[in-house]
Nanobody
Framework: QVQLVESGGGLVQAGGSLRLSCAAS????????MAWFRQAPGKEREFVAR????????TYRDSVKGRFTISRDNAINTEYLQMNSLKPEDTAVYYC??????WGWGQGTQVTVSS
């Protein structure tokens, strides 16, 4: 059972920044494209960003383009999400997983953006 541990969330004012981390217990981490997802209260979990196995290709949902940057370090089985210019609508619990949601979900990390 792969374990995913997200961290780095918190309370921030609009316009602020946070950097999320996701540590995976999977030794073949580098074999998988990874992604970040988020779920706001009362809403479905949604895709935020994706990164290819090597890290050379990234994809973002339109609402975060230019503000969020996904990256990964395959040497330590970790992916990151740098979030800048945060908006209240970014408030959600953020989760990591493979891009096709192959693994079980971690506990997520709460991001709250105040206006």
């Amino acid at each position: 059972q792969v374990q995913l541990v997200e961290s780095g969330g918190g309370l921030v004012q609009a316009g602020g920044s946070l950097r999320l981390s996701c540590a995976a217990s999977e030794r073949t981490f580098s074999s998988y494209a990874m992604a970040w997802f988020r779920q706001a209260p009362g809403k479905e979990r949604e895709f935020v960003a994706r990164i290819s196995r090597s890290g050379g290709t990234t994809t973002y949902r339109d609402s975060v383009k230019g503000r969020f940057t996904i990256s990964r370090d395959n040497a330590i089985n970790t992916e990151y999400l740098q979030m800048n210019s945060l908006k209240p609508e970014d408030t959600a619990v953020y989760y990591c997983n493979t891009d096709n949601r192959r693994w079980g979900w971690g506990q997520g990390t709460q991001v709250t953006v105040s206006s």
